[in-house]
């Protein structure tokens, strides 16, 4: 009982640590009534004062007077001056009696109700407003943007800087806001990952094609740009028809399966022709080829596929080369099914 007591008190000194005022709190102590007091005197006078406290600055603590018969009336202390207590009366739903000194009347500082409603009410108002993402109810001092909040009912959020970034909703934890936020960095990754199943949304970025003009691959052994002038989608700008070339956008690095193809027609014989995938970024690179030497015949398709990481800003494109003069054409058509140049999303 005893460290019941004083874990309560504990709490209610942090609980409430705003108050000017507290209620004073000890353990064992008990005495009897000194002299007989009526129904409305305002202070009693202690048998022995020893372990009580004495409250200044508006403190108090509680005290109940039991009778020989069992009657408990409860009264606040305010004040303490040696064994003399100003009291104030009938607290706690009690009401006022007469005490008398003989039969003695038991004078004891315990737990009561109203304390433990008082404890009650400053656990509530300890609880925190439901913040928003510009305002966590949880946060840090020096970072008071920053922490957490209620995103809704039933569910966690978490911000960053004052912009929501996830939200843990029922066993699921998921972005604020779609396909906004990474899972590790290239030089920061995750060590092992144990999932039941995985679900990713692949997403076509961008499909190019030729469709105007043939290309011809007019000079031997040099490596011509090939330019795709049409597109039929495309989610961010990513294909400059006027360069050839494709641009990851800001935001938007992951991995990336590149798929191309292109239709070659008027070889000639025992031609090499080499079609490359060349990505820079800042030095460019070749990341795959396809290869093809003509054997009489007349026309082809040259697909390049690749899997690869590609960062915001990194630039990538295809180029073609033969080995003969005049030896062969890159060609076109209107619906972008025979020379297409695509990127697609994968994570």
């Known amino acids: 009982m005893k460290r019941f007591i004083l874990f309560l008190s504990m709490l209610l000194i942090l609980a409430c640590p705003a108050f000017a005022a507290e209620q004073l709190y000890v353990n064992n102590v008990k005495t009897t009534l000194a002299a007989d007091i009526n129904d409305s005197v305002t202070s009693l006078t202690l048998t022995s004062a020893t372990g009580f406290p004495s409250p200044t600055g508006g403190d108090w603590f509680m005290m109940m007077l039991v009778q020989n018969d069992g009657d408990i009336e409860i009264v606040k202390c305010t004040a303490r001056s040696g064994v003399t207590c100003t009291i104030v009366r009938a ?51 020096s970072d008071p943007d920053t922490g957490l909040y209620n995103a809704a009912a039933n569910s966690l959020g978490f911000t960053i800087g004052g912009t929501g970034q ?24 995750f060590k092992t990952g144990y999932f039941d199943e995985i679900s990713a949304t692949s997403q076509l970025s961008f499909m190019a094609y030729k469709s105007a003009a043939d290309q011809t691959l007019t000079t031997e052994d040099t490596e011509y740009l090939v330019t795709f002038d049409a597109e039929d989608h495309d989610t961010g700008s ?25 239709y070659i027609t008027s070889p000639s014989v025992d031609n090499y022709i080499w079609a490359y995938l060349y990505v820079d970024g ?41 080995t003969t003069a005049n030896g062969g054409l890159v060609k076109a058509d209107t619906d972008g099914r025979q020379t297409y140049f695509s990127a697609i999303k994968l994570f």
């Not at 607290?91 to 009696?97: G, K, M, N």
């Not at 690179?285 to 054997?295: E, F, G, N, Q």
Request: hydrophobic fraction near 40%.
């Open 238 to 262: 990513w294909y400059n028809a006027s360069t050839g070339k494709a641009t990851v956008p800001a935001g938007k690095g992951g991995v990336y399966l590149i798929i191309a193809c292109l």
């Open 166 to 189: 996830m939200k843990l909703v029922d066993g699921i934890l998921q972005p604020i806001t779609d396909s906004d936020v990474d899972l590790g960095l290239t030089g920061t990754r």
């Open 282 to 322: 800042g030095t460019p690179t070749r990341k795959a080829m396809c290869i093809t030497k003509w054997y009489g015949i007349t026309s082809l398709t040259m697909p390049i596929t690749k899997v690869m990481t590609l960062a915001a800003g990194d630039v990538f494109y295809i180029q073609a080369v033969n």
């Open 91 to 141: 607290q706690e739903s009690t009401s006022a009696l007469s005490h008398t000194a003989s039969p003695a009347t038991a004078i004891i500082i315990a737990l009561t109700a109203g304390t433990l409603d008082r404890f009650e009410d400053g656990l509530h108002e300890l609880l925190p407003g439901d913040g928003t993402a510009a305002d966590p109810s949880h946060s840090f001092a």
